[in-house]
């Protein structure tokens, strides 16, 4: 019997309070066990001066940990699922999906309480081309520009006057303690969050039956259902986080709503849909969205930005 569990996570602030909270429940658990944590960069923290959707590539935030799992340096790997590619490499799977609470995208400005609020023109920073397309297609006249960098770097260039207002996932900020800088929700109307956004991932090695069995009691079947269509629609559209979609499934009254977007990045085309169906049919209904989404033109636009060939 294992008398410890070796954690890998990346260093960043977010990634750090990710893979405590998992190292403290896992304690609480087993009071007998070691919980050790191992600090891993990826190539995603490494390259900062490029913007996400430039240097492509998939598990940008995930390769080097995964890495670590198969060569047995680590056991588990904490994630946030919106990082995790849809294919994972040979032997490891995704073991546990959190709970999730926060799914949405926060307003965060110092000079204005609203996204309506914002004048003509305003500068609004956000690396995510999810967000921009969408933002666009609600509001042509504002100014997207690039915003890369971790969530405390983020907040930083809004502090320096880089931007009238930035747009980050509620989530990452209220892990970090700043739920007191979201000055707003996104309404999902406007903007659909990414795939898996506001749910953890635990990825481990697929053989490793004992660590699977000692990190089940963390899944969360319901936000596991909606994220398994989350991503079957992602992988359909075979793009990483940095494609202009967004998706988000729940559970309401037993079935299964998935709501997906795809857009241009320049916003000018976006095309939305909803369906609903039975639990146990969440890939199904994922791949369904995306081809329905597809056929009615996003295939057009995944191909003019050359994301996908076929
Ligand atoms: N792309 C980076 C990333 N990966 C996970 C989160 C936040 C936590 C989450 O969405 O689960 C963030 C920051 C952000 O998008 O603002």
Redesign the pocket.
């Known amino acids: 019997m294992k008398n410890k569990i070796v954690i890998g996570t990346r260093s960043s602030k977010?990634a750090l309070w990710q893979a405590e909270y998992i190292a403290d429940c896992l304690k609480k658990k087993y009071p007998d066990k070691s919980i050790e944590l191992v600090h891993i960069t990826t190539k995603g923290d490494r390259v900062l001066d490029v913007p996400?959707a430039k240097i492509g590539g998939k598990g940008l935030?995930t390769k080097e940990l995964e890495m670590a799992m198969l060569d047995g340096t680590i056991d588990i790997a904490v994630h946030?699922?919106?990082?995790m590619p849809t294919v994972l490499p040979e032997g490891l799977q995704l073991a546990v999906i959190s709970k999730r609470a926060d799914v949405g995208?926060a307003f965060v400005s110092l000079k204005y309480n609203k996204f309506a609020d914002l004048p003509a023109g305003a500068k609004v920073g956000t690396?995510?081309l999810r967000r921009k397309a969408q933002i666009l297609h609600e509001r042509p006249d504002l100014q997207i520009c690039d915003l890369r960098g971790?969530?405390n770097t983020?907040l930083e260039k809004l502090e320096q006057g880089q931007f009238d207002a930035i747009?980050?996932?509620a989530?990452?900020?209220k892990?970090l303690g700043y739920a007191d800088k979201i000055k707003e929700i996104l309404n999902q109307k406007i903007c659909l969050?990414?795939v898996?956004?506001?749910?953890?991932a635990i990825e481990a090695r697929a053989e490793d039956q004992e660590i699977l069995d000692l990190i089940e009691f963390l899944h969360d079947k319901e936000t596991a259902c909606a994220t398994t269509a989350e991503r079957s629609f992602l992988a359909r559209v075979e793009g990483g986080?940095q494609v202009p979609v967004g998706v988000y499934g729940k559970v309401v009254a037993g079935k299964l709503e998935v709501e997906a977007v795809m857009a241009s990045v320049d916003g000018k085309t976006l095309l939305r849909d909803k369906v609903t169906g039975e639990l146990a049919d969440a890939k199904k209904l994922g791949k369904g969205i995306a081809e329905k989404l597809l056929d009615r033109g996003g295939l057009a636009i995944m191909q003019e930005i050359g994301l996908l060939t076929d």
Request: proline content about 4%.
């Open positions: 977010l996400l935030f946030s699922l919106k990082d995208d690396s995510s971790n969530v983020r747009i980050l996932a989530a990452g900020l892990r969050p990414a898996g956004q506001g749910a953890l986080c």
